[in-house]
């Protein structure tokens, strides 16, 4: 009656797997009386304690039920759920990116750059230090020690009197753009730069927010346009605006505040790669104006790794109480040695080392960038403020953004323009590229 190949090992969990199928399929019926142990036995060769441990397994997971004298009996589990086939599923495969010469898209930082002697020394250290400390709980807003350094690292590097209270340690900008609606509200109308980083917009449109574009001028976030929106909330990268690397004067980041003041909302301000100034001094952070009104948002993907999925915000005093309010009962999902080596490269000072000679190396490539674009003699425009890792290059003579990307890929080279970041119509961005330089080396750079 039942024919079933139970060749090879695990012949117990195959005669389950089977029955299990059978049932959900339809062929055994809802009701159905199973043969008797010994009769699988017999039919199917195997022994009886085989058929136990199958049967037993069905038991316990509800497919069939025993009745005492009268037998085993199918259960109604969805009777031709899979319309008397067995569907095989599969997950979509993730397509492997395509290789290029040079990327001017992501841009991470050359292996080589990273401290990585200095980052296994740390590990090893806070593994021997902290030992059994580091399976407790971590704290919803992350390890103390860690918030505590970014705060002294925040007022050497920037001038930012942050209270370490206030810091939240979370896994990458995603996740904190994530907390940030749940505390600021759903129903609030978020403002984003257009053109932008469209992470931003997918990430409030994914945690149930409103949001909307506004144009990006020569003064960052177009605030006349901003006003007319209707927002509640602006996010904004004032110290060099992704991707156009604008940068908005103190001027505009005060009147920005008076409207965050009028609307009673917030302004996020992104400083995604503030470490890299690469002429004169890192610009006054918005944050400092008014730290009632602001919330500050960095990451260190751009000065470690992109896999350290690590970043922070400083929230302001309101919007902490309702951190604490939501989220007191989780913890952190930030692992805490993690967070502990990090503490501790900021202490220690390797840290600002590190950015050191990566400012160093990024000022020789950009160096080379320059001078390469200049010797290209094909009219183009620099738009280069020293700030962060890329710049915009606006190519006249060439016929359309298109014509710009087909003959980087001609060549290799990853390349995207202006266009490509609009998250809604907007006139006088095309024939403009966008370089992301972190990845460049001066071998691929010629």
């Not at 390797?350 to 490539?365: A, K, Q, T």
């Not at 190519?395 to 710009?404: F, G, N, R, V």
Request: hydrophobic share 35%.
């Amino acid at each position: 009656m039942y024919k079933y190949d139970l060749t090879g090992k695990n012949k117990y969990y195959k005669l389950y797997a089977c029955i299990r199928d059978d049932i959900l399929s339809g062929k055994i019926k809802a009701g159905e009386r199973l043969p008797s142990k010994r009769t699988f036995a017999s039919e199917l060769g195997v022994s009886v304690v085989t058929v136990e441990l199958a049967l037993d397994q069905l038991l316990a997971e509800g497919y069939v039920t025993s009745k005492e004298r009268s037998g085993i009996y199918a259960e109604r589990v969805g009777e031709g759920l899979f319309g008397g086939e067995k569907i095989q599923t599969k997950a979509p495969l993730i397509t492997q990116e395509k290789k290029w010469r040079v990327d001017l898209v992501k841009g991470n930082t050359p292996p080589n750059m990273f401290p990585f002697s200095v980052w296994a020394r740390l590990i090893r250290t806070v593994l021997s230090d902290c030992g059994e400390h580091l399976l407790e709980r971590v704290p919803c807003d992350g390890d103390y020690e860690l918030k505590r350094a970014i705060s002294a690292y925040l007022y050497r590097s920037r001038g930012i009197d942050a209270d370490p209270r206030y810091i939240i340690i979370g896994a990458g900008a995603e996740h904190l753009y994530g907390v940030l609606v749940q505390l600021i509200g759903r129903d609030k109308l978020y403002a984003v730069e257009n053109p932008g980083y469209g992470k931003i917009s997918s990430t409030y449109a994914l945690n149930g927010a409103s949001w909307t574009p506004v144009p990006v001028g020569e003064r960052g976030m177009d605030l006349d346009e901003l006003e007319k929106s209707g927002a509640d909330v602006a996010h904004v990268s004032p110290s060099h605006q992704f991707p156009t690397g604008e940068v908005m004067p103190v001027s505009a980041r005060s009147r920005l505040i008076e409207w965050a003041k009028e609307k009673n909302g917030y302004v996020i301000e992104d400083d995604y790669d503030s470490e890299f100034r690469l002429t004169g001094k890192p610009l006054q952070c918005t944050y400092g104006l008014c730290p009632d009104r602001v919330v500050y948002m960095n990451t260190f993907s751009k000065s470690l790794a992109p896999s350290m999925r690590m970043g922070y915000m400083v929230l302001p005093p309101a919007l902490y109480e309702k951190f604490l309010k939501f989220y007191s009962s989780s913890a952190s999902i930030v692992p805490l040695f993690e967070q502990k080596a990090l503490a501790s490269m900021l202490d220690g000072g390797y840290f600002e080392r590190h950015l050191s000679r990566l400012r160093n190396y990024y000022r020789g490539i950009r160096k080379l960038l320059l001078e390469r674009l200049n010797d290209a003699h094909c009219g183009c425009v620099v738009n280069d403020t020293g700030s962060g890792l890329h710049m915009t290059v606006k190519l006249p003579k060439a016929k359309s953004d298109e014509e710009i990307k087909r003959i980087a890929e001609g060549r290799g080279i990853r390349l995207k323009c202006l266009s490509d970041y609009l998250l809604a119509p907007l006139q006088g961005v095309d024939k403009c590229a966008v370089i992301n330089y972190s990845g460049l080396t001066e071998e691929n750079l010629q």
